[in-house]
T-cell receptor, first 114, second 112 residues
Framework: EAQVTQNPRYLITVTGKKLTVTCSQNMNHEYMSWYRQDPGLGLRQIYY???????DKGDVPEGYKVSRKEKRNFPLILESPSPNQTSLYFCASSLSPGAGNTIYFGEGSWLTVV | SQKIEQNSEALNIQEGKTATLTCNYTNYSPAYLQWYRQDPGRGPVFLLLIRENEKEKRKERLKVTFDTTLKQSLFHITASQPADSATYLCAPMDTGRRALTFGSGTRLQVQP
């Protein structure tokens, strides 16, 4: 079954404690992306990757890091989380959005920073 | 700057009626436009894609139109059902652009 898997699904953490949200896809997709979703602001793109070792900033990259060492994995790293990073995070993947391919989303990770 | 506008107010309709949702965009020259459905707390799910040379696309009870002159796409659900209640997102994609951005979505509520 085609899947984008995120972990953890729910996390409460404290300000400044580094955390990583993992994302894995089993569809051999080249494109992967992270979004955050906040009430009234919709989905905002944090980072995306067109292929292994290629990453680019999205609209709201501040406070986040990503890496793409393998095709299937695209972890999101919060080096020093702050309360304004409390949000619902989605990982997504696609063959190539520029060619009109479908974007597949994970189930989401609810992150609370206190 | 590029902007995608979807009606932020919820659309409430009666079961059996046709729901029409609007997506307007500025400073895009989209090669295509996608529509997604999102249920509360879940990831968006792809519904339909329409290309710039297509005026209309249908899939079962769904219909999408694309007017590149008006810079607008309309999304219709005919014979709506309570199960259609969700938030619907549009995403125009420029030719050559590498990332997909979404509108903030319109919440549809279908009353039984």
């Amino acid at each position: 079954e085609a899947q984008v898997t995120q972990n953890p699904r729910y996390l409460i953490t404290v300000t400044g404690k580094k955390l990583t949200v993992t994302c894995s896809q089993n569809m051999n997709h080249e494109y992967m992306s992270w979004y955050r979703q906040d009430p009234g602001l919709g989905l905002r793109q944090i980072y995306y990757s067109m292929n292994v070792e290629v990453t680019d900033k999205g609209d709201v990259p501040e406070g986040y890091k990503v890496s793409r060492k393998e095709k299937r994995n695209f972890p999101l790293i919060l080096e020093s989380p702050s309360p304004n990073q409390t949000s619902l995070y989605f990982c997504a993947s696609s063959l190539s959005p520029g060619a009109g391919n479908t974007i597949y989303f994970g189930e989401g990770s609810w992150l609370t920073v206190v | 700057s590029q902007k995608i506008e979807q009606n932020s107010e919820a659309l409430n309709i009666q079961e059996g009626k046709t729901a029409t949702l609007t997506c307007n965009y500025t400073n895009y020259s989209p090669a295509y436009l996608q529509w997604y459905r999102q249920d509360p707390g879940r990831g968006p799910v792809f519904l339909l894609l329409i290309r710039e040379n297509e005026k209309e696309k249908r899939k079962e009870r769904l219909k999408v139109t694309f007017d590149t002159t008006l810079k607008q796409s309309l999304f219709h659900i005919t014979a709506s059902q309570p199960a259609d209640s969700a938030t619907y997102l549009c995403a125009p994609m420029d030719t050559g652009r590498r990332a997909l951005t979404f509108g903030s979505g319109t919440r549809l509520q279908v009353q039984p």
